[in-house]
């Protein structure tokens, strides 16, 4: 990984990690073609009608995640004028800050999902499944929760979403973001500096928080209602969502933007005519 990062294009142990990922797809590719056209005798399990819809549906959810990652929320910036050395000046000038929608990336799925799978995992090791007590009772609630049933998904979204909201209030500093525009002689349009600006930019990441936490959570939630609804093999569904598919589609995406930005280095155009990636631009 630090070979990669230090003599190819960066991200060594990303990339790592998405190549990890894809390569599981000769097997999904198996047990779709064993599910939809049957394989070494055994029949079809499934109508080849639920085969294009599914295509489709997966084309969506990529783009959809890929809107995800994309996702900012830009808060213009003013800068005053101010005098330099010689009688210049400079300033006056209007920027934008991007408040990225998916603030936290998959962190939240990674932190939920060992808190639901470890508590779990430990009642079912300390109780019998087949006492009609209070450890029969603890053991089916164990099971529950760690299998893919409403309890699970509820306690999952539950999980997701709280740990959206804990990641951006223990990394996003609003106070300290207003000072350093304070300082830079830099304000937001129509709002006060100072405490005014920290409670505007909390305010909007709150609510970019609560859009980007609902929509990983939706992505999260896709592979296990594929699962549970469908019969799908986790083999295949994990491909529709999850940590899996956002870690591609991150990685895929940070990868094409530092090419690009060797090639422009290089006055290449880069991968499209216009010499920059759609979405990227402005």
């Known amino acids: 990984a630090d070979q990669i990062t230090t003599f190819g294009i960066g991200n060594g142990a990303s990339l790592i990690i998405m190549i990890n990922i894809p390569s599981r797809l000769p097997q999904a590719l198996l047990q779709a073609w064993e599910r939809y056209f049957g394989l070494a005798g055994v029949q079809a399990s499934a109508p080849i ?16 995640t890929v809107l995800l990652t994309q996702g900012v929320r ?3 910036i003013h800068t005053t004028r101010r005098s330099v050395g010689g009688g210049s000046t400079y300033g006056m000038q209007q920027t934008f800050m991007p408040l990225r929608v998916n603030y936290t990336g ?3 799925i990674i932190f939920a999902q060992p808190l639901i799978q470890i508590p779990a995992a430990l009642l079912m090791k300390m109780t019998d499944p087949t006492s009609t007590g209070f450890s029969g009772t603890l053991n089916r609630f164990a099971q529950d929760l760690s299998n893919p049933t409403p309890l699970h998904l509820i306690v999952y979204a539950v999980l997701i979403l709280f740990f959206a909201f804990f990641w951006v209030a223990t990394q996003f500093n609003a106070i300290d973001i207003s000072e350093n525009l304070k300082k830079d002689g830099s304000y937001l349009p129509g709002i006060r500096p100072g405490r005014a600006t920290a409670e505007y930019l909390d305010d909007v990441m709150t ?3 609560l859009i980007g936490g609902t929509g990983l959570l939706i992505v999260a939630l896709i592979p296990m209602l594929l ?11 994990s491909f529709f969502g999850g940590t899996s598919l956002l870690i591609i589609v991150g990685v895929a995406l940070d990868t094409l933007r530092i090419m690009e930005s060797h090639l422009l280095v290089r006055k290449y155009e880069g991968f499209l005519s216009h010499g920059s990636l759609r979405g990227r631009r402005g």
């Open 227 to 237: 699962m549970g609804w469908m019969s799908i093999p986790w083999a295949i569904a």
């Open 106 to 108: 998959v962190m939240p």
């Open 207 to 209: 609510k970019l928080t």
């Open 49 to 64: 009608a639920e085969l294009p819809i599914l295509v489709i549906f997966f084309l969506l959810v990529v783009m959809g």
């Open 74 to 76: 830009k808060v213009a």
